[in-house]
């Protein structure tokens, strides 16, 4: 299994910024003195799913925001977070994506599973280099795919490849992985301005044993926009989103039910193939 929780991940973690995000509260100042004020947004469940509210962050008072629970055909990751906040008066926008997953090799062509097909949730793709990689193959097709944008700058985010490669150690010790965290910047032209936008992306692989078949996910999935020369400012509204992004405690004990069950069902359908077979 690939770390459960991603699902929910809206977060882009602390390293984003290469600084550390610190809890922001509403009425916060800034450095010009400025007061940058805050406003708490809900993400709410569908009523006909878990329903109430899933997920609560802090945004601009002056921004409007969009979002939503997003659920799948998954055993262990059937849901995730969709987001958008922007400011109705200027460019500046945050998006976030849930996580995807991925599984390749080992006999999943052999046995019905093509590339671009699903295996157990997990669309069947080649694994990519790096977080550099899916942003420029996977994300900005599908996100910008109308946009004439430019690619500007690469960067390496290894704080957050580090903290990945820990939690690797705690949840598959045994298991050899891969990570890679990293950045895009992009430019493009819009209503006569230049604009600027990060995109944020983390690659985790999972080597099964054999050696043949790997599960890959990319996750923290986001992108933060601003005019050309005022994207770096505004780093500390992420870092006021991303702190204070909270799991609604009430709707994740009934999301992590589902998820056991999920889980116990589709262990019981992999091991029925095995009983038919002791039987026949």
């Known amino acids: 299994m690939i770390h459960r929780q991603a699902i929910l991940t809206v977060l882009i973690a602390a390293a984003l910024s290469a600084t550390s995000c610190s809890r922001a509260e ?25 329903g ?10 002056d921004w409007t925001g969009e979002g939503a629970v997003v659920w799948r055909l998954h055993p262990t990751m059937p849901a995730g977070i969709n987001v958008r906040f922007h400011n109705p008066q200027g460019p500046e926008a945050f998006e976030a994506w849930p996580a995807q997953p991925y599984s390749w090799g080992g006999m999943l062509a052999m046995t019905g599973f093509p590339e671009g097909s699903l295996y157990l949730g997990n669309e069947v793709r080649p694994p990519v280099a790096n977080a550099f990689d899916y942003i420029e193959r996977y994300v900005l097709p599908r996100v910008r795919a109308n946009v004439p944008l430019r690619v ?15 939690r690797n150690a705690a949840e598959n010790s045994f298991l050899p992985t891969e990570v890679s965290a990293g950045k895009v910047r992009v430019e493009y032209e819009e209503s006569g301005k230049t604009i600027e936008e990060d995109f944020f992306c983390s690659v985790n692989k999972i080597f099964l044993p054999g050696g043949n078949m790997v599960l890959w996910i990319a996750d923290q999935l986001g992108a ?7 994207l770096d400012a505004q780093a500390k509204i992420l870092e006021t989103i991303v702190a204070s992004t909270r799991i609604n405690p009430k709707w994740f004990n009934r999301y992590q039910q589902l998820v056991e069950a999920l889980t116990a069902y589709q262990n019981q359908q992999i091991a029925n193939p095995g009983v038919i077979s002791r039987i026949i």
């Open 26 to 50: 509403s009425g916060k100042s800034t450095a010009g003195g400025d007061v940058l004020r805050f406003k708490t947004f809900r993400v709410l469940d569908r009523p006909d799913m878990i």
């Open 52 to 61: 109430g509210e899933a997920v609560s962050m802090l945004i601009p008072a």
């Open 152 to 166: 500007v700058t690469r960067t390496e985010m290894p704080e957050l490849a580090n903290a990945i490669r820990a």
């Open 224 to 230: 933060l926009r601003a005019e050309k020369g005022k």
